[in-house]
């Protein structure tokens, strides 16, 4: 009998050793989605539930002109079963300057030659290094090695932070600057969208089942909500809708 013991000890703990691995195995992977309310980040949404991930998203509320962004990101979060939602509060005097959280006109009917040259008034300062950052710290938190964001290099507004080399610089940083990082939980930030046209992001987002009547990219929407289909995102939102032959959801003025 004595000679039996230590094989069963060593079946018991390679046993429960199988077990752990077994355990881990099944766990949901989980992921970080930043959710503006916009088209891109919805079809983010669906594209990290698609790969398998369960989603912590965390949207911002930093002092924008309106609220229905915001709105409109519960929405989408409500109907893509996303159970986990945090809205971080950022001091509105944080970011200004920007036509988006100032008094500041917001350009109308800019061509997309215009939209092209130079950064636009709209851009809020640094708005995607800090999201970004607070997104990581969430991350990190609940034990997340994937984070995932809408930013796109094709139909943009000349935004700096919307580049593969912001991203990838970002990347490096994380895991330089997070405990997880340094102990080779490797952190990864998914761009799923950026060398995508708009057309081809609302084609993919539809093959998902995204609803896009519940988004909202207007920057400069009259008190009911309603979008102006003249900023540059509404531009290049309808833009978007018309190269991919599909009419879009929601109303225009």
């Known amino acids: 009998m004595s000679a039996i013991v230590p094989v069963f000890c060593r079946l018991s703990m390679n046993a429960a050793a199988v ?13 970080v989605v930043l959710v503006s309310g916009g088209l891109d980040s919805a079809t983010v949404v669906a594209i990290a539930r698609q790969q398998g991930f369960a989603i912590h998203a965390v949207s911002f509320d930093y002092g924008q002109r309106h609220r229905f962004e915001l709105e409109a990101a519960a929405k989408v979060c409500r109907s ?14 944080i970011f200004r300057g920007s036509a988006l959280t100032n008094d500041i006109p917001v350009p109308h009917n800019r061509n997309e ?3 092209s040259v130079g950064i636009p008034v709209t851009y809020v300062p640094a708005r995607n290094t800090v999201f970004l950052s607070i997104a990581l710290g969430l991350a990190e938190s609940v034990g997340v090695n994937d984070i995932f964001i809408g930013v796109n290099a094709v139909d943009y507004s000349g935004y700096p932070d919307c580049r593969p080399e912001f991203i990838a610089a970002f990347e490096t940083m994380a895991n330089l600057a997070t405990r997880a990082g340094v102990e080779g939980h490797h952190l990864t930030v998914h761009t799923p969208l950026i060398s995508l046209t708009k057309a081809d992001i609302i084609r993919r987002g539809l093959s998902l089942g995204v609803d896009y009547g ?5 920057y400069d929407p009259d008190p009911r909500g ?13 833009k ?10 929601i109303q225009y003025r």
Request: glycine fraction near 6%.
């Open 113 to 115: 030659t215009e939209m």
């Open 214 to 218: 519940l988004t909202h990219s207007c």
């Open 80 to 93: 893509m079963g996303v159970d986990d939602h945090v809205v971080c509060r950022v001091d509105t005097n």
């Open 240 to 249: 978007g809708f018309r190269e991919a032959n599909i009419v879009d959801p």
């Open 19 to 31: 077990s752990r691995e077994t355990q881990k195995m099944e766990l949901p992977l989980k992921a």
């Open 226 to 238: 309603i979008s102006c289909g003249e900023c540059d995102s509404c531009q290049l939102r309808l």
